[in-house]
């Protein structure tokens, strides 16, 4: 179980491209379930694990699946909601391994607002000093006459 549980997280994280965001949530819950087997493994069956396999790279392995999870999109994104679901499980299970904690991605979006952000569905555009207002051709009233009916 090691064996395939490792294999499944290293292909993931080896296989990183710019699809990895758009996997199904089927793809990242069988990451984690691999993830978990693991440590529920090293916490059981530690002593007759060391026998095979190299802890501490165990105990690393899920430390920088957790990381790697942390990048993957947003932070609304699966990946980050099961990545600290692993980071708790790994934590209670195996509270002797200190590693370093996690870095969660923080909840601002990096950069350029305007990269993640369409502002053209609410009718928001950029004007000339850089402040966010409502778009010439989308104000409070309809363009055409002023109010009189003919």
């Not at 699809?19 to 693991?38: C, E, G, K, P």
Request: proline share 5%.
């Amino acid at each position: 179980m090691i064996r395939h549980s490792t294999g499944i997280v290293h292909l993931a994280m080896d296989t990183v491209d710019e699809r990895t965001r758009h996997l199904s949530d089927h793809i990242y819950h069988m990451i984690t379930f691999a993830a978990i087997v693991i440590c529920r493994l090293l916490h059981g069956y530690e002593g007759q694990l060391a026998s095979s396999h190299n802890i501490e790279e165990l105990d690393a392995l899920i430390h920088s699946l957790v990381q790697w999870l942390y990048c993957i999109g947003l932070p609304c994104h699966a990946a980050h909601t099961l990545g600290n679901i692993i980071g708790k499980v790994h934590q209670k299970l195996r509270p002797h391994v200190h590693t370093v904690a996690p870095i969660a991605q923080p909840d601002e979006i990096p950069g350029d607002f305007s990269n993640y952000y369409f502002p053209e569905f609410l009718g928001l555009g950029m004007s000339a000093d850089g402040d966010w207002d409502l778009l010439s051709n989308m104000g409070f009233f309809p363009h055409g006459s002023s109010g009189s009916r003919a």
